[in-house]
């Protein structure tokens, strides 16, 4: 991958990573990485309640496996391993990363494994 486009990605990922982490936080929702500034928290004052709590739990935990999935793909790309796919180690293409830049699996890998879950257990 050229370091133009590891750039651009990873650049795309701390973007995410913010939104994700923003999202949470607004929602009242405690964020793994304690790094909350107080313009961040001061949002936490807003987070609704009652009835719209249970839908916000509900996306909380939507918000947090993507978070954790930004925050993953951020470490690999520290760590120089960004864009590779973690079943089979080839490169993910770039197409897909700049889709789903927090992508795990190569395309082939992800349809594997959708192929393998969608496969109604036999009777
Ligand atoms: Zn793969």
Redesign the pocket.
Known sequence: MSGTALAELTAALAVRELQLRTRLVRNGHAVPEADITHDVADLKDRAAEGAQQAVDDAEADVLRGQHARVGAALRRAHEHRYGL??????A?SLERLRALPEAE??????RTQEGVRRTPPAR
């Open positions: 796919c973690l079943a089979c180690g080839e993910i699996l190569c395309l082939p890998c992800q």
